[in-house]
């Protein structure tokens, strides 16, 4: 059974910095490219930031310079470490594990709130 879990949100002011993980368990984590995703109410979950299993890493551009994705495959763990918070940076943030020539969206964990105050 594949589970991944976010942990790590909260509410944090403008400016401030934040990280966020996801551990994952039932899957060959190695192999995967580990995501983050975001969605606010309303609107569909976009992309945040993908690092392989080599550790090539893309970023939105909402987020390039503020935002680091990292892995730590001994852990079976994907990190988000954001800084620079703005209040526009507040959602609901989902991690994702896609494996390799996967046909559909892969699997996705519960979901952690982030909240940036103005």
């Known amino acids: 059974q594949v589970q991944l879990v976010e942990s790590g949100g909260g509410l944090v002011q403008y400016g401030g910095s934040l990280k966020v993980s996801c551990t994952a368990s039932?899957?060959?984590?190695?192999?995967?490219?580990m995501g983050w995703y975001r969605q606010t109410p309303g609107k569909q979950r976009e992309l945040v930031a993908t690092i392989t299993n080599v550790r090539s890493r893309s970023y939105a551009d909402s987020v390039k310079g503020r935002f680091t994705i990292s892995r730590d495959n001994a852990k079976n763990t994907v990190y988000l470490q954001m800084n620079s918070l703005k209040p526009e940076d507040t959602a609901v943030y989902y991690c994702?594990?896609?494996?390799?020539?996967?046909?559909?969206?892969?699997?996705w964990g519960q979901g952690t709130q982030v909240t940036v105050s103005s």
């Open positions: 994702n594990a896609l494996a390799p020539r996967a046909r559909d969206g892969g699997y």
């Open positions: 039932g899957i060959i984590f190695s192999i995967f490219t």
